[in-house]
């Protein structure tokens, strides 16, 4: 019998606890139902928040705790998701009439934000942040669903393709396009960076940053959340998940697209899932008649308060992405009103791959930054000046922006990779363009110092390496004779002679042979009327090999390989332009040599 009286005891306590929290619901209920929302956010700063709010009763106590608020979001969120779904699934036209309704759940989900906010702010260790992300997400993926429905999903606006069979053609076309205009990744390829300057569409990177961006740990309810909303089950986040979200462009439809980018990614990329939208917009009507669909586009950004600059900025994106002439000379047109000190760094890569650099430098200098914010966007800014013609300028801006980079000397200031790592690769990249554009003999004109020599000896010489009829090598010589360092031009000369005997010996096109023979014979006999202008003593210790080989031509820890990434056949330099009356030099006492006109 007393077994049985404390049973009912206990359970008695068990409904009140029901009964009183089912109250406490209701009133939270009607709180959020009637944007009171400032009633409950009350009710945990003054209630859950008081220290001197204590009971004994296990009621009560439970009543005054936090838990009970979590709970109560917990469950709402659940209601609100099921009535999400039930509406979702229905057809267009019922869901046009289910508006009002979808607006009252937006107002809803703003206030359980809100709530969860004073949570998070008023008690440490908050474990509600997954909660807080999916009720964003959901937002957000809810006023986009609200667009489409009054849109009816574009069921009635005519699409410039013919199916999605036909869209996804032309994604592969815009895929291929860009990567055949690539240039060469030489960043990766000496830095071993992270970086990547391979080229790309504008939407892939766009895609592939909601990829990256998935946070929190714990992911199980916000998946079954997003899974539950999805159209067709979960078939699209299964996709997206196999295929990244990359490879889930072009969607299939509208809802589709509103889905994969307002249920996926984190919640505050939402200005980059709406530019991710719209570039889907412009992609499916470009070419029809603007007055049959830029009412929709106007509209979309009106109802986000999205801006003409982000709109036309997202209308460029496709264009460059748009391998046609035509979309290439209307982003071309609409460049100058995007350009900002916040225009995307890939714009002037994108226009020099298609092969307009001087737009690309006036991007550059619209943004105000010239590039270099990254060493990818370093390489463009040297790319682009070269191939404007802008070598001096190109070198400058090397010497200037690996300046920058050395004098950062703190490490939580430091770009990486390294101030070295910079050097390396814009200089050799540098005679790279220079080699690309048949300009290589203006490289040894410009003032390099030790540093910058090491990677332009490297450059040089191997690629004369490579191909030994080119002119490489004796351009190499005739760098130090300019410098009168007579005796770095007699170690490579040497070098050479020996590799282009070897060479002659093994080919067999006499009209190649006879040339590296002509221009072997005229550089040797150039070195040797310079080395005559050494002492007697250094010549004969010069020609006996016992001179030391100077450090710059025999690098310890180069890993550059510098043969041609252009794949193209370069006119040689006539190097007869380059020639110079060896002038007389005098040796004085401390080892130096002396021209005459620096006495």
Not at 242 to 268: I, K, T, V, W
Not at 404 to 431: A, F, H, N, R, Y
Request: charged share 25%; aromatic share 8%.
């Amino acid at each position: 019998m007393c077994d049985d009286r404390l049973l009912d005891s206990k359970e008695d306590g068990e409904n009140r606890l029901v009964a009183d929290v089912e109250r406490l619901y209701s009133l939270f209920d009607v709180a959020l139902e009637n944007n009171l929302v400032s009633l409950i956010c009350h009710y945990v700063t003054d209630v859950c928040m008081d220290e001197s709010a204590v009971s004994s009763d296990p009621i009560i106590a439970f009543l005054l705790d936090e838990k009970v608020v979590k709970d109560w979001c917990r469950r709402t969120f659940k209601i609100i998701l099921a009535e999400l779904q039930a509406i979702y699934n229905l057809t267009v036209s019922e869901m046009k009439t289910k508006l009002s309704s979808l607006l009252k759940i937006s107002s809803k989900l703003a206030g359980m934000s809100n709530v969860l906010e004073v949570l998070e702010s008023s008690f440490r260790g908050h474990d509600m942040n997954h909660l807080q992300e999916t009720i964003l997400k959901t937002k957000q993926h809810l006023e986009v669903m609200m667009w489409c429905i009054r849109h009816q999903f574009l069921e009635n606006v005519q699409s410039r393709y013919s199916d999605f069979a036909s869209w996804s053609s032309s994604v592969r076309e815009r895929k291929s396009a860009a990567v055949q205009r690539a240039w060469p990744d030489s960043v990766s390829r000496i830095s071993e960076s992270a970086e990547q300057s391979t080229s790309s569409l504008f939407i892939e990177d766009a895609l592939s940053n909601l990829d990256t961006e998935q946070g929190y740990a714990d992911k199980d309810e916000r998946e079954l959340a997003i899974t539950s909303l999805l159209t067709g089950g979960g078939n699209l986040f299964f996709m997206s998940k196999l295929h990244g979200m990359a490879g889930c462009y072009p969607f299939e439809n509208l809802r589709s697209a509103a889905d994969l980018l307002f249920l996926q990614g984190n919640s505050d990329l939402v200005l980059a899932k709406q530019a991710i939208f719209l570039y889907y917009l412009f992609d499916r009507h470009w070419t029809i008649p603007r007055d049959n669909w830029r009412n929709i586009v106007d509209d979309f950004a009106v109802t986000f308060s999205i801006t003409r600059h982000a709109l036309l900025e997202s209308f460029v994106f496709y264009l460059l992405d748009d391998h046609t002439d035509e979309a290439l000379k209307e982003a071309t047109a609409l460049l100058p009103e995007i350009a900002s000190p916040n225009i995307h760094p890939k714009v002037a890569q994108a226009l020099l791959e298609r092969n307009i650099p001087d737009v690309a430098l006036m991007v550059l200098r619209w943004s105000g930054r010239d590039g270099g914010e990254t060493l990818v966007e370093a390489v463009t800014a040297v790319r682009v000046r070269v191939e404007c013609g802008l070598l001096t300028e190109a070198f400058m801006y090397q010497r200037t922006i690996c300046s920058q980079i050395k004098d950062k000397k703190s490490k939580d200031e430091m770009k990486e990779p390294s101030s070295s790592v910079w050097l390396e690769v814009l200089v050799t990249e540098i005679c790279y363009l220079c080699l690309r554009g048949n300009i290589l003999d203006r490289i040894i004109e410009l003032p390099w110092n030790s540093d910058e020599e090491k990677h332009i000896h490297k450059c040089l010489f191997d690629f004369a390496t490579s191909d030994p009829s080119s002119t490489a090598g004796s351009l190499l010589v005739v760098f130090y004779l300019q410098r009168y360092r007579y005796v770095e031009a007699y170690q490579v000369d040497c070098k050479l002679q020996n590799m282009e005997e070897d060479f002659i010996s093994k080919n067999q096109d006499d009209r190649i042979s006879y040339k590296v023979r002509s221009m072997s014979h005229w550089r040797k006999g150039l070195v040797g009327q310079s080395v005559d202008l050494l002492p007697d003593v250094l010549q004969q210790q010069l020609k006996s090999g016992n001179l030391p080989e100077v450090s710059v031509l025999n690098p310890s820890n180069e890993n550059i390989s510098v043969k041609s990434n252009f794949g193209v056949t370069v006119q040689e330099p006539i190097l007869g332009n380059l020639l110079f009356n060896a002038p007389k030099v005098q040796w004085e006492g401390n080892g130096v040599f002396a021209h005459p006109l620096m006495q």
